[in-house]
């Protein structure tokens, strides 16, 4: 038995489980008894009896004997913010053609006041409307006539109706960073790109603060439930901040988060240098539910703008766009880092990737040796061995989301080809050169982390088949980068990531042990129940009730 104190302790919870999986070290010790008091984990024991004399009157004794208990996963790179606002938004993911789709919004808009703008869920794709493509501005058009129509698919792409581009004044030049798609007259069709979206979305109305906390306590506790106790939430703006301590002092949030602030590529340098300085704040502050992680850039697009070192396999015209002259990145990098920021860059294509690793060993020439986690590559999804070596050796960690494959594989095999797609995040090529690695999602919506474990484990994709198997990753593997991988990038390895007394008590069990399961039992594996900080944020079933 191993206590964190030496006096009595009484414990809040006394887990007996059929296993727990520790996740801690190479070895991964494994337990049958946790005891937890407040938010904390105080001891652990092999013996399933082993911690019987901690109980006492106030303790909760959780039998457990048919779970298995893990460390509460934690996302690297989601988007709850997006996620929680989808919940509020036109929910046009339940759609299975265009004409569920077009439906939606057309009931949307006889619902809302004239002229509202109708903005749907970011949470919806293409591939799963039975057509297999984007409703067009024509449809919007009949659908809603006469409100602003914004279809937000995902964070690069969207459809807009033709009152959306003409209260944005969209209908003029691309801009910087982004394309607003064309037909063969050269007249906008609707379809947005990159900046593109941020232009036309900057025109419609943001949600109020206080629905906006409420939206981030229903939004964070759909990911508990899922056996999340993170989430390093990528990109949000500062009034996203507010809501966020809003939930925050309200105790609304279910899971932890750690949010990175977005210095967006519309800005000059000197005006990003400006929102830098003006932040006041830097990365750390906070407690441990809410705490800054650092600033968020964004290099490329994704499937569709992703900067790639070979054009597109179905259009050879183009190799995708860079949103940051790269020296003028290094320059508000630089400044960003001397004044305590950490840095998280989106790079998806193998050029972006070359790029920021030019950047980011210009800021370290400049600012010195920094510790590992301070400079991250967001995705690198394409990267070739010189690329992974120079991340390797200037500690620059990488955030991996195997849920972008399994969902977009099907696009990234027409727009990238079936070579590079077999080659998004080889993890096994990455560890093997010794890479800082951090798992998660970036879906926007709530995603089953054993869906992704299964994939990194299967490279196994929703409608792409299998992609790259060679590429694959065991099981074991596969939770501490969902774990303890995501700890040591939030710079908080002595407190998450893994079941040890003295860390918080963020756990969630299943029925089954996913490290002596078939991997394919995995894919749509949920928990029993999940604990963040000691407190029961998804119970179903009354396991932890008194
Ligand atoms: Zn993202």
Redesign the pocket.
């Known amino acids: 038995m191993t206590t964190a104190a030496a006096e009595p302790l009484r414990l809040s919870y006394l887990i007996k489980a059929g296993a727990v999986h520790s996740m801690a070290g190479p070895a991964g010790l494994s337990y049958r008894a946790i005891g937890l008091r407040g938010a904390e984990i105080v001891a652990t024991s092999a013996e399933p009896d082993g911690l019987d004399d901690l109980a006492g009157d106030g303790t909760v004794v959780v039998e457990a004997g048919d779970l298995t208990v893990l460390p509460a996963f934690a996302d690297s790179?989601?988007?709850l913010m997006e996620a929680s606002r989808n919940l509020m938004l036109v929910p046009v993911d339940r759609a299975r053609s265009v004409a569920e789709f077009t439906a939606i919004v057309s009931a949307a808009a006889r619902a809302a006041a004239p002229g509202e703008w109708v903005l749907t869920s970011m949470g919806w794709h293409e591939s799963n409307l039975a057509e297999n493509r984007l409703p067009t501005l024509a449809e919007l058009d009949a659908a809603a006539p006469d409100h602003p129509v914004l279809a937000r698919r995902g964070?690069h792409l969207a459809v807009a109706n033709s009152a959306a581009l003409r209260a944005a004044g969209a209908d003029t030049a691309d801009p910087p960073g982004g394309k607003i798609g064309r037909d063969k007259e050269g007249r906008p069709d609707g379809v947005l790109e990159g900046g593109a979206v941020y232009r036309v979305a900057a025109h419609a109305p943001p949600p109020r603060r206080a629905e906006l906390a409420a939206a981030l306590g229903t939004g964070s506790a759909a990911y508990a439930a899922l056996g999340v106790g993170t989430i390093r939430e990528?990109?949000i703006t500062v009034d996203d901040l507010l809501a966020y301590t809003d939930a925050w002092e309200q105790g609304l949030l279910s899971v932890r988060v750690r949010p990175l602030i977005r210095v967006g590529a519309e800005l000059s340098a000197d005006q990003a240098i400006t929102l830098i300085r003006g932040l006041g704040a830097r990365s750390g502050f906070g407690d441990d539910w809410l705490r800054i992680w650092g600033l968020k850039f964004v290099m490329d697009g994704g499937v569709e703008g992703g900067a790639l070192e070979q054009p597109y396999a179905d259009d050879p015209a183009n190799s995708g766009h860079l949103n940051w002259d790269p020296a003028a990145l290094t320059r508000v990098c630089t400044e960003a880092v001397g004044r305590g920021w950490r840095i998280g860059t989106?790079a998806a294509g193998d050029r972006a990737v070359r790029t920021l690793l030019d950047t980011y060993e210009g800021v370290v020439a400049a600012v010195g040796e920094q510790p590992p986690w301070t400079l991250v590559i967001?995705?690198a999804l394409l990267s070739d061995p010189a690329q992974r070596e120079r991340a390797v050796r200037g500690g620059f960690g990488i955030t991996v989301q195997h849920a972008l494959l399994w969902n977009m594989g099907s696009e990234m095999v027409v727009t990238w080809g079936p070579e590079r797609t077999r080659r998004v995040n080889p993890l096994d090529e990455w560890l093997a050169a010794g890479a800082l690695l951090a798992a998660g999602t970036?879906i926007?919506r709530p995603f089953n982390p054993m869906t992704n474990v299964w994939g990194m484990v299967t490279r196994g994709t929703k409608s792409a088949g299998v992609q790259g198997p060679e590429h694959a990753i065991d099981v074991a593997t596969a939770l501490r980068l969902y774990t303890a991988g995501t700890a040591a990038l939030l710079g908080e390895s002595d407190k998450l990531g893994s079941i040890e007394a003295g860390k918080l008590a963020d756990l969630t069990a299943y029925a089954v042990d996913p490290l002596a399961a078939d991997p394919d039992d995995l894919a749509g594996l949920t928990p029993a129940f999940t604990i963040v900080g000691g407190r029961a944020v998804h119970d179903p079933d009354k396991r932890l009730a008194p």
């Open positions: 790179h989601e988007h964070g990528a990109m989106h967001e995705h970036d926007a």
